[in-house]
């Protein structure tokens, strides 16, 4: 076998090691993305019957108003959703892209 050959060899047999090594992780990393996409497009589709507070997403939702906070504030930042008028003490929010 020449060097070249073997270096291939090498480095498939290292690469099926780390994906082995690794299999575990990228499955609970996959898990959490899924639930994170639900739980975005939940959001969304709140949102898509009209301007609505963050504590009223998340009881629509079922989610905790913390956690709804948290992605509200990730959907603001990257332009999907702005504020709308204030109920009271809470802003409203509604899609940016309708």
Known sequence: MSQSEQDKQAKKAAMKGLRVERK???KVASAKMK???KAIQAILDQ???GAQTVPAIAA???ASTAET???MAALKKYGEIKEAEKDGGYFKYELAKV
Request: net charge positive; charged share 15%; glycine share 6%.
């Open 35 to 37: 639930l994170q996409k």
């Open 60 to 62: 629509a939702t079922g």
């Open 24 to 26: 575990t992780f990228i």
């Open 47 to 49: 949102l898509k019957n």
């Open 69 to 71: 906070l948290w992605y």
